[in-house]
């Protein structure tokens, strides 16, 4: 493996600026051949003047990295650079290295990348014609980038499959492109409920699988689960499977009111289940989570953490459960009912 690390000594009220700019580019990285993880370090400079910036960036070999300086996406990014040039005190310091040793904890390996999950992805969760259309009207429609991938969609199709399943509950439904892959993780006798708290969102999923003949076999609710738990998902029983991909800090709602609605040997499936890093930090004080690395959709914040941390120990200790946290990229809960 190779790293690539640029040095930055920025001037310090430039400082906030110069990590925006980061933040909020598109470097294409994630849809690059080869690009395993980026990271963004800061630590004080060598005076009070400037603050010191760290890219660094793993690829599968130095010819990936090359390939991706070549490239238009690559020249892109650096042309639109001219307002950082001005930030700087002096010119990058560039070092590429060669990764001689990469170690996990314990007994554990761990080989995953950006890389392997675009080689898992490409190889085994191939998108039918209509969810490569359902994905790209949710990202023409301004829809949060919050649905699974098809990675974590083919897992779901798998598991549905296994079990057996033919009638579930989905909690989240956004455009409707989870629920797509739990579709084909049923029958054609078998049936979803999925349930969208906005109401638009709710009728342009329900329309959308109806357009594709899909109609009898999925009914999208729109409101508040904790409401329809009351009213129209009072009498569910005995299903097959639950998916929640919804309201971090409300998982623990959701776990208690699935689990008496799940059959022996049903599935209980939460999605996002490290909520974007913050679960490293399982145990400590609250008022002590550091912020987040994300920003965006992607930030956590501290009713979701103290919401999946309870999950968690719901999903650990429950007397009817069986559960594991599945280590996708960020995180795929796993229980079956005993």
């Known amino acids: ?42 630590s004080a400079g060598e005076t009070a003047d400037d603050v010191e910036f760290v890219s660094h960036s793993t690829w599968l070999d ?38 001689l040793m990469d170690q996990a904890t314990g007994e554990r ?6 890389h392997m999950d675009l080689l898992v992805e490409g190889t085994f969760a191939g998108e039918t014609p209509e969810q490569l259309r359902l994905r790209e009207w949710g ?16 897992i779901l199709e798998c598991l549905l499959r296994a079990c057996g399943a033919k009638r579930g509950l989905e909690i989240g439904t956004l455009g409707g ?19 969208e708290l906005d109401p638009r969102r709710a009728a342009r999923a329900q329309a959308h699988f109806e357009e594709l003949g899909e109609g009898s076999r999925i009914r999208v ?6 409401d329809l738990f009351e009213n129209e998902l009072k009498d569910f029983n005995n299903l097959d499977f639950v998916f929640i991909d919804a309201d971090k800090a409300s998982y623990p709602f959701y776990i208690d009111a699935c689990v008496p ?14 909520i ?12 002590k989570l550091p912020p987040s690395l994300q920003r965006g959709y992607h930030e956590y914040s501290r009713p979701q953490f103290e919401g999946m941390s309870l999950a968690w120990q719901k999903l650990a200790s429950h007397p009817e459960l069986r559960s594991v946290i599945l280590p996708t990229g960020e995180g795929l809960g796993l229980a079956v009912k005993l």
């Open 1 to 42: 493996m190779f790293i690539a690390m640029n040095r930055f000594r920025v001037k310090a009220g430039h400082a906030d600026a110069f990590e925006k700019i980061w933040r909020e580019r598109d470097s294409h990285l994630g849809r690059t051949p080869g690009f395993m993880r980026f990271h963004l370090l800061k």
């Open 177 to 195: 492109y989870s629920a797509s892959w739990l579709l084909r993780g049923l029958p054609e006798d078998g049936h979803l409920t999925s349930v």
């Open 139 to 154: 990202e023409v429609n301004g829809l949060p980038p919050i649905r699974i991938g098809a990675f974590e969609g083919r």
């Open 261 to 274: 609605r799940l059959r022996k040997g049903g599935l209980l499936l939460a999605d996002n289940a490290f």
């Open 221 to 226: 609710l729109a409101g508040d689960a904790k």
């Open 109 to 114: 390996t761990d080989f995953r990348s950006a």
């Open 276 to 287: 974007w890093g913050a679960m490293n930090f399982l145990g400590i004080d609250p008022e």
């Open 62 to 99: 130095e010819g990936s990295f090359r390939t991706w300086l070549a490239s238009d996406a690559s020249r892109k990014v650096h042309a639109s650079g001219a307002s950082v040039r001005e930030m700087l005190l002096g010119p990058p310091q560039f070092r590429g290295y060669e990764m």
